[in-house]
Structure formats: structure tokens, C-alpha cells
């Protein structure tokens, strides 16, 4: 059982994470100096710079480099010398300087022809994807299942939570696992709590790339929403979690990271009841003809919980033979508009959570492929009394035990109201609500209780 105080951080503290879980910057690989080391055609990169040059109106070299995350030297400028050469754009003048990168390039009329030809293939003008085979090995050099989470850890990432003993050394395996879990229970008990403190233990970074490439098709990956990005100085100058290429912490002043990659922290990928078995495939963008990532794909190296599991639009037993082979491969696989098939690798942590009975949502054959399944029961009256402890202290009120004896012989003994971590927190809110508007200090007092219990409890029977 559990119960999250918001005005406590949530975040494991870096210092309780073990000596093999330490934050460390992944290997970055170098900066391609040729078209060839970027590992994309000449035809796919003269495409992108051109729909570029065609959607900025008037851009230099320096803009495009940044735009693209690619050098100007050794490929934005050969890439350039071709589009000059079959005079699809030209030079206009120059910004701020007299150096190639400050030329300002636009689209000629024979260009504007060949940029619409380009369009009908796709739209996008961003920065420069990374070949497939780069993401998979990327993907299978930073893998979660190389984190060790110890009992310290644990208790550390929960310390803030009331939580018995039994139930974190039943956590940490699960997370140690780095590859299923089921939480299921009455509504109100934390399961959610659960999973996002499994994912505030997820130490370490992950790199992530903009996009990537497959056949000239464009699969977006990076999120805003589901990936954080963090900085150099974030992570400080650990060793590289991988040696892939050359160590930013140990480059030389000659040394270049690819900018097509972000350094993220381990993905936490959360959805709920809004979850349609179209998100798991690859969507396709029918305007831009742009591939958006599944969440799945976007989780890899991290968390994805499906909360509020068996209440999606979706038949449960659909999204779970979605799961099948994933779970047991270790690989997902996913199909282009041509109806090519894309082998991705699987690589996260996937908690199902749900406050339905599990027997009325899946059957023995899949609960054989979820390597761990915990029951999160309601609190016990002892647990019940800390965490109305904890939550009076957050919350400033003063915590009695004459109140909370009032409480559960009136409002929950007497009609058979089951205990849930969850109520405490709503209750003193309530309390808090009641007090600020008779203008009197907040208090467990019998009145306070009994109209908080009046204004939050649906009448039972």
C-alpha cells in the first residue's frame, strides 16, 4: 500500500542509486565528416536540405546545419555544391560574414518544380534521421536489464511513502526484472504510485534520436512529452555507459558529438484508458507521409505503463495478444504503408495496471508472460494511522487520534466502508476546504470530519 504526499519530491535522490545504477553520459557517436559516414544517400539529403531551403524562404549554410543537425563540412556543403550544380538553388548574398556557412541560399524556379516532386514523397524538414540499423544498435547498447536496483535503492525511492516491507522486496525483483509486471487491487492503493516510483529508479541516460530512416521513410521518435532531455553538465564526466563511438567525457577539443542523437533520461511512457490498439503501430501521417513512433518504440530503454488496463476502447484480449510475441522475444514488429516489416527491438520495462479483476481480463497463457504479478491491497488500520500522519504534517493541520478513532467508527466501521490510501490525502483536503470557508483553523474535529466525510463519500446501500 501506498500514498503519494505532493508536496514531497518523488524523484529518488542520485546518492541512493547503487555504484553500477550511477548517472553516466552515454558514449555519443562522432560527428560524420562525409555524406557517407551520416549513413543516408546523396538523393535523401539534397531532398531534405531542399524541402528546408523551400519552407524557410531564405536560409545560410550556418541555419542549415543547425536545422539539420548535420556539419556544414564534409556534408551540408557537398550537399549544397550539388543543388548549385543542377541549379535548384542559388546564392543570394551573404549574413554577417563572408564565409560559406554565412551564404544565403534560396529556391530557383527549376527548383521549386523538383521541391514539389520531393513533397509528394514526404514533408518533412527537420533534423536528419539516423539509419535503422544504427537506432537497433543503439538500442541494444544501453538496455535496461544491465541496472541493478538493491534493497537501499528501494527504500530510498519510497522512503517518503508508507509502504510495508513485504511489498518493496516484492518491487524490487520486479524492477530488477526489467521486463513485465502486472499491479492489480482496489482503486486507490497506488499502483500508479508504484510504477512512477519504479521509474524515478530507472537511473542512468539513454540516447535518442530525432528520427530515424528506413528505406527513404521517415519514423519520428523523439517526444517531447514522453522524453526528457538533459544537458553535459546534468550528468557531469562519468565514464560512458557504452563504448560507442568516441566519449564525450573523454573528447578531445577536436571532438564533435552527432547531433542527430538527444542525451534523455530513461524514458516513462504512461498512458490510460485513451489507449487504441492504433498507437502501437506505426501511424502514418497521410499529409506529410511521415511515420510517428508507436509508444512502445518510443519506451524503449525505460518504463511503459498501461494504466487503467481493461478499460481502453479496445477488447482486452486484443491489446494483450499485441504483447505476445514482444514479451516473449523481445522484439516488436511493425509495418511500413509498402507493407515492409520493421524488426524493433523491445526493450522496456512494461507495467499493466488495473483495479478490475485480473481473472476477468487475461488468461493463464498470458499471465505465464508477465513475469511478475503483485496485489496491492487496501492498508491495514495501522498503515491507515501513518498515513494520516504523514498527510496532517504535509498538510499542516493537526493530526489526532481521537479524530481518526471518529473517523473509522462513523464513517467506514459502521457502514462497511473498505480503508484505501488515497482517502486520507482527499479527506485532509477536504478538511482544508471545509475550514477555509467557515474561516476557522483546519483540525480533525469531529464537525470537520463528519462534513469532510459528507462532502467526499458517495452514501453506500
Known amino acids: 500500500m501506498s500514498f503519494r504526499l505532493h508536496e514531497v519530491s518523488t524523484a529518488a535522490p542520485s546518492a541512493s542509486v547503487s555504484p553500477r545504477t550511477d548517472p553516466k553520459m552515454p558514449a555519443i557517436p562522432p560527428q560524420p565528416s562525409s555524406i557517407a559516414e551520416t549513413g543516408l544517400s546523396m538523393g535523401f539529403l539534397t531532398d531534405l536540405v531542399l524541402k528546408v531551403i523551400y519552407f524557410t524562404g531564405a536560409i545560410t549554410g550556418q541555419r542549415l546545419e543547425e536545422t539539420t543537425k548535420l556539419p556544414f563540412l564534409g556534408v551540408i556543403d557537398k550537399v549544397l555544391e550539388f543543388l548549385k550544380l543542377e541549379e535548384y538553388v542559388d546564392i543570394i548574398g551573404a549574413e554577417g560574414g563572408f564565409s560559406e556557412r554565412s551564404f544565403q541560399y534560396i529556391i530557383t524556379t527549376k527548383g521549386r518544380v523538383k521541391v514539389h516532386e520531393v513533397l509528394d514523397r514526404n514533408q518533412y524538414a527537420g533534423p536528419a534521421p539516423v539509419p535503422l540499423a544504427q537506432y537497433v544498435e543503439m538500442v541494444n547498447r544501453q538496455q535496461i536489464g544491465d541496472m541493478v536496483i538493491d534493497q537501499a535503492t528501494i527504500r530510498k525511492a519510497f522512503e517518503h511513502l508508507v509502504v510495508s516491507e513485504r511489498m518493496l522486496d516484492r518491487l524490487g525483483p520486479a524492477a530488477n526484472s526489467a521486463r513485465s509486471l502486472f ?69 578531445t577539443p577536436t571532438y564533435f558529438p552527432d547531433a542527430r542523437w538527444l542525451v534523455c533520461k530513461r ?189 467526499y463519500f458517495v452514501k453506500l446501500g
Open 183 to 251: 499491479l492489480y487491487g482496489p482503486p486507490g492503493n497506488g499502483k500508479t504510485t508504484f510504477a512512477e516510483g519504479i521509474a524515478n529508479m530507472l537511473g542512468g541516460y539513454v540516447l535518442i534520436p530525432y528520427s530515424v530512416e528506413v528505406d527513404g521513410q521517415i519514423i519520428k521518435v523523439f517526444d517531447p512529452l514522453n522524453h526528457e532531455v538533459v544537458q553535459q553538465h546534468e550528468v557531469g564526466h562519468a565514464e560512458p555507459a557504452a563504448p560507442f563511438g568516441s566519449p564525450l567525457a573523454q573528447a
Open 267 to 455: 524514458p516513462r511512457v504512461m498512458v490510460g484508458g485513451e489507449l487504441i490498439l492504433e498507437q502501437l503501430e506505426l501511424i502514418f501521417d497521410p499529409v506529410s507521409k511521415v511515420y510517428e513512433a508507436p509508444f512502445q518504440m518510443k519506451a524503449n530503454g525505460g518504463l511503459f505503463l498501461i494504466d487503467d488496463f481493461g478499460r481502453q476502447k479496445c477488447r482486452p484480449q486484443d491489446l494483450l495478444n499485441r504483447w505476445i510475441v514482444p514479451l516473449e522475444k523481445k522484439v516488436d514488429f511493425l509495418a511500413l504503408q509498402t507493407g515492409k516489416k520493421l524488426q524493433i527491438p523491445f526493450d522496456v520495462l512494461i507495467v499493466f495496471s488495473t483495479n478490475l479483476n485480473p481473472r476477468d481480463l487475461v488468461d493463464d497463457a498470458f499471465l505465464r508472460r508477465i513475469r511478475h504479478k503483485i496485489e496491492v491491497g487496501n492498508p491495514s488500520p495501522a498503515e491507515f494511522r501513518a498515513i494520516f500522519q504523514l498527510v496532517c504534517k504535509a498538510k499542516q493541520i493537526p493530526y489526532s487520534d481521537e479524530g481518526l478513532r471518529h473517523l473509522l467508527q462513523e464513517h467506514y466501521m459502521k457502514v462497511g466502508r473498505e480503508l484505501r490510501a488515497c482517502h486520507p490525502r482527499d479527506i485532509c483536503d477536504q478538511i482544508l476546504d471545509e475550514a477555509k470557508y467557515r474561516n476557522i483553523p483546519p483540525s480533525m474535529s469531529r464537525e470537520l470530519i463528519d462534513r469532510a466525510c459528507e462532502a
